[in-house]
C-alpha cells in the first residue's frame, strides 16, 4: 500500500426481503479513486425446503473460510498472501449457488456453484457455458459449552484463457506472457473458537487456519507483444504445482481489547515449462509475512486497529509495515456468519 493518510473502500449494501419466497442483496465497493465497482447482487431463496438454498447473480463463492467474508469482518487490516496469490484477494463470480444443510445433530452443508469464470484465477472467454466450477463440503460443532469448530474442503476449478502477466525473461527483460488451460485450486479450511460458557463479551479466543494447493496446466504463450516477423511468440507446454497457508490466533483479553497474531508462507513449487526453458526462468520463491494487530472495539459498529508485518512477499525485500486503520458501520447491520 501507499505511504501516508489514505481512505480505504466504502460499501454501499442495499438488502432485504423481496417477497415471501426471495431475499435480494446489492453491494456497491466504492475505491479511494472515485471509481465504482459491483461487488454483488444477487437473489437467493427462502424457505425453498429439504435444507436447500438457491442463490443466483454475482456473488463471493463459499470456497475456503475467508472468501466470502466481506473486509470489514476480516480480523487484520490485509487479506492473506494465499488469498492474493490464488484467487487475486477474493473470488467473486456470476453464477448460481446451491447448498444443502443435512438435517444432522452436526452441522453439515455440501455446496456446488457454476459460474462465468471471468475473474482470476480464470479469465474473460466469452463463450456459452460455465467457466468456473466449485465444490465444497463443511462440518463443525460443539464441544462442551466453551468450545465449538468448523472444518471444510473446497474445490474451484477454471478455464483460463489467454490469462495475461508479465515477467522477467532470462535476458533479464520485461515480457507479457498469457496462459491457456485449466487451473485447479484445493483448499482445506479450520477454525477453532473458545468462549467461557458460551459467552464472548468478556474474553474469547479464535485459532484459525488454511491450506492452498494448485495446479495449472496447459499451454503458455511467451512474449505476446513481440511481433510475429521477428523472433515471434513461442507457444509452448506449460505446468506448475505451488501452495500455501496461513494460520492466525485471536484473543480478546478484556471487553473491547483483542490482540492476534498471523504467520503464512507460499511456496512456488514445481514448474514445467517446456520449450520456454529457452526464454523464461524457472521461478523458485517463498515468500513469507508475519503481522501483529492490536484491536480497540468502541462498539459493535466501530474499531481501531494498529497492526505490524514483517514483509517479505518479494524477492530479496524485507518491508515493516505499520497501519493504523479505522472502521466504521453505518446503518442497519446483519449478523455475520460464524
Same mark, same amino acid.
Given at each position: 500500500?501507499?505511504?501516508?493518510?489514505?481512505?480505504?473502500?466504502?460499501?454501499?449494501?442495499?438488502?432485504?426481503?423481496?417477497?415471501?419466497?426471495?431475499?435480494?442483496?446489492?453491494?456497491?465497493?466504492?475505491?479511494?479513486?472515485?471509481?465504482?465497482?459491483?461487488?454483488?447482487?444477487?437473489?437467493?431463496?427462502?424457505?425453498?425446503?429439504?435444507?436447500?438454498?438457491?442463490?443466483?447473480?454475482?456473488?463471493?463463492?463459499?470456497?475456503?473460510?475467508?472468501?466470502?467474508?466481506?473486509?470489514?469482518?476480516?480480523?487484520?487490516?490485509?487479506?492473506?498472501?494465499?488469498?492474493?496469490?490464488?484467487?487475486?484477494?477474493?473470488?467473486?463470480?456470476?453464477?448460481?449457488?446451491?447448498?444443502?444443510?443435512?438435517?444432522?445433530?452436526?452441522?453439515?452443508?455440501?455446496?456446488?456453484?457454476?459460474?462465468?469464470?471471468?475473474?482470476?484465477?480464470?479469465?474473460?472467454?466469452?463463450?456459452?457455458?460455465?467457466?468456473?466450477?466449485?465444490?465444497?463440503?463443511?462440518?463443525?460443532?460443539?464441544?462442551?459449552?466453551?468450545?465449538?469448530?468448523?472444518?471444510?474442503?473446497?474445490?474451484?476449478?477454471?478455464?483460463?484463457?489467454?490469462?495475461?502477466?508479465?515477467?522477467?525473461?532470462?535476458?533479464?527483460?520485461?515480457?507479457?506472457?498469457?496462459?491457456?488451460?485449466?487451473?485447479?485450486?484445493?483448499?482445506?479450511?479450520?477454525?477453532?473458537?473458545?468462549?467461557?460458557?458460551?459467552?464472548?463479551?468478556?474474553?474469547?479466543?479464535?485459532?484459525?487456519?488454511?491450506?492452498?494447493?494448485?495446479?495449472?496446466?496447459?499451454?503458455?504463450?511467451?512474449?505476446?507483444?513481440?511481433?510475429?516477423?521477428?523472433?515471434?511468440?513461442?507457444?509452448?507446454?506449460?505446468?506448475?504445482?505451488?501452495?500455501?497457508?496461513?494460520?492466525?490466533?485471536?484473543?480478546?483479553?478484556?471487553?473491547?481489547? @483483542?490482540?492476534? =497474531?498471523?504467520? /503464512? &508462507?507460499?511456496? #512456488?513449487?514445481?514448474?514445467?515449462?517446456? *520449450?520456454?526453458? +529457452?526464454?523464461?526462468?524457472?521461478?523458485?520463491?517463498?515468500?513469507? @509475512?508475519?503481522? =501483529?494487530?492490536? /484491536? &480497540?472495539?468502541? #462498539?459493535?459498529?466501530?474499531?481501531?486497529? *494498529?497492526?505490524? +508485518?514483517?514483509?517479505?512477499?518479494?524477492?530479496?525485500?524485507?518491508? @515493516?509495515?505499520?497501519?493504523?486503520?479505522?472502521?466504521?458501520?453505518?446503518?442497519?447491520?446483519?449478523?455475520?456468519?460464524?
Amino acid at each position: 500500500g501507499e505511504r501516508g493518510f489514505s481512505l480505504g473502500e466504502s460499501e454501499l449494501v442495499v438488502s432485504a426481503n423481496i417477497d415471501p419466497f426471495l431475499y435480494g442483496s446489492l453491494i456497491l465497493a466504492l475505491a479511494p479513486d472515485n471509481s465504482v465497482s459491483l461487488e454483488e447482487a444477487y437473489i437467493q431463496t427462502i424457505g425453498l425446503g429439504h435444507g436447500l438454498t438457491l442463490k443466483a447473480g454475482r456473488y463471493y463463492s463459499a470456497i475456503g473460510y475467508l472468501n466470502d467474508k466481506h473486509a470489514h469482518t476480516w480480523d487484520f487490516v490485509d487479506n492473506p498472501l494465499a488469498y492474493q496469490a490464488f484467487l487475486g484477494t477474493q473470488f467473486n463470480d456470476d453464477g448460481v449457488q446451491l447448498k444443502w444443510l443435512a438435517p444432522t445433530d452436526q452441522y453439515l452443508e455440501l455446496g456446488v456453484e457454476g459460474g462465468r469464470g471471468a475473474n482470476f484465477p480464470g479469465s474473460e472467454r466469452n463463450v456459452n457455458g460455465a467457466g468456473a466450477l466449485t465444490a465444497f463440503v463443511h462440518t463443525g460443532g460443539d464441544v462442551g459449552s466453551s468450545h465449538s469448530w468448523r472444518a471444510g474442503v473446497s474445490f474451484l476449478k477454471t478455464s483460463p484463457q489467454d490469462r495475461a502477466y508479465t515477467q522477467d525473461d532470462l535476458l533479464g527483460q520485461p515480457v507479457t506472457n498469457t496462459f491457456t488451460g485449466a487451473s485447479r485450486l484445493w483448499i482445506a479450511d479450520f477454525l477453532w473458537k473458545w468462549a467461557p460458557q458460551g459467552n464472548p463479551r468478556v474474553r474469547n479466543a479464535t485459532l484459525q487456519g488454511e491450506y492452498f494447493s494448485r495446479h495449472e496446466d496447459g499451454e503458455l504463450v511467451y512474449d505476446t507483444q513481440t511481433p510475429p516477423a521477428s523472433a515471434g511468440p513461442a507457444n509452448s507446454f506449460y505446468a506448475t504445482r505451488q501452495s500455501g497457508w496461513y494460520v492466525q490466533g485471536l484473543y480478546r483479553f478484556m471487553p473491547r481489547w @483483542r490482540v492476534g =497474531l498471523r504467520t /503464512e &508462507r507460499l511456496d #512456488s513449487g514445481s514448474q514445467d515449462l517446456g *520449450l520456454n526453458t +529457452a526464454n523464461l526462468p524457472v521461478v523458485q520463491a517463498r515468500p513469507a @509475512r508475519n503481522s =501483529l494487530v492490536l /484491536e &480497540r472495539a468502541f #462498539s459493535e459498529y466501530s474499531r481501531v486497529r *494498529l497492526q505490524f +508485518a514483517r514483509d517479505q512477499a518479494r524477492a530479496d525485500v524485507t518491508e @515493516r509495515l505499520w497501519f493504523v486503520q479505522y472502521q466504521a458501520s453505518l446503518g442497519a447491520h446483519g449478523a455475520h456468519q460464524y
